[in-house]
């Protein structure tokens, strides 16, 4: 059984920082691409951050320079270290891990709320 499991989100300042985890279980974690989405109130789901099987990296326009994904494949833990937060990155922040190689597979974390208010 697949889960993703994320922690680490929570209440902060304005200018703050958070770090957010995913451990993966029942997946082969060093083939999937792994990324981060969110999805704030009123507003559809959108891609935060992704990085590849060979540690390629892409972010949204909105995150760059701010938040760095990372993983660890021994871990089976993907990361979203996130810096210099503003209200607008409040959002539910999911966990994603995506097989591209035949056959594909598409799975979700449950989701962690960040909140970014003074």
Avoid: H
């Avoid at 099987?53 to 701010?66: I, L, M, P, Q």
């Amino acid at each position: 059984q697949v889960q993703l499991v994320e922690s680490g989100g929570g209440l902060v300042q304005p200018g703050g920082s958070l770090t957010l985890s995913c451990a993966a279980s029942g997946i082969i974690f060093s083939i999937y691409t792994m990324g981060w989405y969110r999805q704030a109130p009123g507003k559809q789901r959108e891609l935060v951050a992704e990085i590849s099987t060979n540690g390629n990296t892409n972010y949204a326009d909105s995150v760059k320079g701010r938040f760095t994904i990372s993983r660890d494949n021994a871990k089976n833990t993907v990361y979203l270290k996130m810096n210099s937060l503003k209200p607008e990155d409040t959002a539910v922040y999911y966990c994603n891990a995506q097989k591209i190689v035949f056959p594909t597979r598409n799975y979700w974390g449950q989701g962690t709320q960040v909140t970014v208010s003074s």
